[in-house]
């Protein structure tokens, strides 16, 4: 009657590359706590965060637009110019005028 849908191939081989990750993780724990041992364990720890960033196929890269960086430091100030009003024929407080 229904058909089961086939396993996601790409969580699948996530969560083996994590599961693989994990196991690395605990051999270096277990291993003489030096200097050594806590660069690998940051390199997984960021391999890690990777692999459940990049989940969608779609990546977006995170970058900040001129336009951001302005809005933050400053506070737009909104100002009416009469010269840039548009006249349809009604009353600009009062809605259109009815013919």
């Given amino acids: 009657m229904f058909k089961r849908m086939s396993t996601n191939l790409s969580k699948q081989s996530r969560e083996e590359l994590l599961e693989k990750l ?3 993780t605990s051999f270096v724990k ?16 960021d391999i890690k965060k990777e692999i459940n960033v990049k989940k969608f196929g779609l990546v977006f890269e995170e970058h900040e637009e001129t336009i951001d960086k302005h809005l933050r430091e400053s506070v737009p100030v909104l100002a009416d110019n009469r010269e840039l009003f ?6 600009m407080y009062n809605g259109p005028k009815i013919l």
């Fill in 22 to 24: 994990n196991q690395v």
């Fill in 86 to 91: 548009l006249n349809s024929g009604g009353d």
């Fill in 30 to 45: 277990n291993q003489a706590d030096d200097k050594k041992s806590r660069e690998l364990l940051n390199y997984i720890s």
